[in-house]
């Protein structure tokens, strides 16, 4: 039997505070509806849509548009899309809210994709959903995609580029994981996967000189963004900015109880990718060092997950992260070449990655805000141009959640980072920010119905990455499910 639902929605948020910013929990992991501005409002509405037939076949769609004051900008649309799905593979096209593997309302956020940033457009394919392979008896299964897409914060690069900025910017991604174990069998999955994006093509404006240096987004371009694996010194600044992450997660489930144990580590190339470092010997031939876990393998986020049954009320979930990004390869980059009994020898030492932060591509932001996770403070909330301040980190959060009554839902996030700034430009003391934010939901109505949110937040013993502020936060929602 064919299914067809149809639901609008009308969301409205308004938020006030003091200090210099708004308070961090009321910015990060919004899908970029929010605001660096102690003073912002918005509404929009959306319209969201799925037809399903008997065969396998599906389209789901969605337009979700706004307006507001105190935001980057005035009216905006935020969501355009439609997915065309026939049983396990998915087309997807247009701008729509794509959230991580993380939990969206506990954790901070994945490193390669989160859901902090404006959504991007993008045309992606693949399987969306993990899918059994054959012939392995439901014990292994697999998912994936492959996407391309586009930029869309020109404005926000040319105004808070400064002297050099990029526009026209392309966007790739990718990923496959592959998750071993049968619930129905035996408690205990394991899923191992990796993410890829890229940023690349696009024109770099150099303001002073008035010139500008278009990159290649020509069909050579999209496959090199496919496929970034180059020999040793043979990869340029035109294969534009790649990175991504390993990912490994425990889920153990018992007696209605889940527990999740996950690991994610961030890489930028071949040394913090796969710990190898390329060397030359005297006689001229390339050879490689495998480093192993000496190599950078404990920058990455640990979180731990518990979910607890239905049956219990007052506490749903928890989430405990840790996170260090201190490595990043270590602090020395260095390329030296000697003439060794007349031959030209190079030695290469692989150090000092910039994590979000890349020399062509400026940062790794979509309208100024991380496009991984927001921890790192983003150049929309420190005011230092488009570059991230700083990306050596350590940082402990907790996030909990859970039911005062039948109607009435909490939620408690409190997040505490410790900050060096960049390799390159190291701040000059440690600097602490320290964020704590505590919300109450009334639900009237059911799932259809009006949905109230009062937040609270505030950033304490912080420096000058974003200072100390304060803040709260009223959110509106209704749903009317139309078919």
Known sequence: RAQNDLVFMLETAGAAGGG???????????????????????????ALGSVHRPSGFGVDYGVDMGGGAGLESNLFVHQLYADVNFRWLGMSVGMKERWSDKNPYLSTGALTWSGNSKPVPEVRAGIPDFVSIPFTGNWVALKGHIGYGCMTDDLWRREHGGNLYMNGVLFHSKSAFLRFGDSSRFPLQVTIGLEMNNLFGGTRYNVAAGTQAPYPSNAAAFWTALFPFHEVEQQGNE?????????????????????????????????????????????????????????????????????????????????????????????????????????????????????????????????????????????????????????????????????????????????????????????????????????????????????????????????????????????????????
């Open 239 to 483: 294969d534009g900015n790649n990175l991504g992450s390993w990912h490994l997660n425990f889920d153990y489930d018992v007696n209605d109880w889940h527990i999740g144990a996950y690991y994610e580590h961030f890489y930028e190339d071949h040394s913090s990718w796969l710990g190898i470092e390329y060397k030359n010997d005297m006689d001229g031939n390339k050879d490689f060092i495998f480093f192993g876990f000496r190599r950078n393998w404990f920058d990455g986020l640990f979180s731990v997950e518990v979910n607890a049954p239905d049956n219990i009320r007052f506490f749903r979930n928890a989430v405990l992260e840790f996170m260090n990004t201190r490595g990043l390869c270590g602090p020395i980059c260095h390329s030296a070449a000697c003439n060794t009994d007349g031959m030209y020898v190079i030695e290469e030492v692989d150090g000092r990655d910039g994590m979000y932060n890349h020399g062509i591509y400026d940062s790794y932001t979509h309208h100024g805000y991380a496009i991984g996770n927001p921890v790192l403070i983003s150049p929309a909330y420190n005011g230092a141009g488009n570059r991230f301040r700083s990306n050596r980190v350590q940082m402990f959060h907790l996030g909990v959640d859970g039911g005062i009554t039948d109607d009435i839902d909490y939620r408690v996030l409190a997040t505490t980072t410790r900050h060096w700034g960049c390799y390159g430009a190291p701040l000059k003391d440690v600097e602490r920010v320290t964020s704590l934010m505590l919300e109450c939901s009334y639900r009237m109505g059911g799932t259809y119905g009006w949905k109230f949110s009062l937040s609270g937040s505030m950033d304490i013993d912080s420096g000058n990455l974003i200072g100390n502020n304060k803040g709260v936060m009223l959110t509106i929602s209704k749903l009317w499910k139309v078919l």
């Open 20 to 46: 210099n910013h708004a308070p961090f929990w009321h910015t990060p992991n919004r899908q970029g509806l929010s605001s660096t501005n102690p003073n912002n409002a918005y509404a929009r509405f959306a």
